[in-house]
């Protein structure tokens, strides 16, 4: 049976909750100078802080958004390589 990346690597539980104490927010600065680009790039490579229910172990997963992130910068990066090779 294939080990879940979404567990507790201390004791395998997969029941967890956020764990918001230092909570990171988006940059305006990085919005306004670079637009949806710089928050496509800040998502897709950030992890999210959580703790195990049954252990109180603390963790980092990738969220959905995270992942979703990831897929739109390679389709994105695709796209522009696709584009300059095909010149």
Known sequence: MEESS????ACKSVAFTRDDTLRER????????????????S??????DVKC???EHRF????TGSIL???IL?????GIVV????Q
């Open 53 to 55: 229910s049954a252990c």
């Open 69 to 71: 992130c990831l897929v």
């Open 6 to 9: 979404r567990c507790c690597p």
């Open 26 to 41: 988006p940059g305006i600065l990085g919005f306004l100078l670079f637009g949806w680009v710089s928050l496509i790039f």
């Open 83 to 86: 584009g300059l090779l095909g």
């Open 74 to 78: 390679v389709i994105l990066l695709v």
């Open 60 to 63: 980092q997963v990738r969220s």
């Open 43 to 48: 998502h897709a490579f950030r992890k999210q």
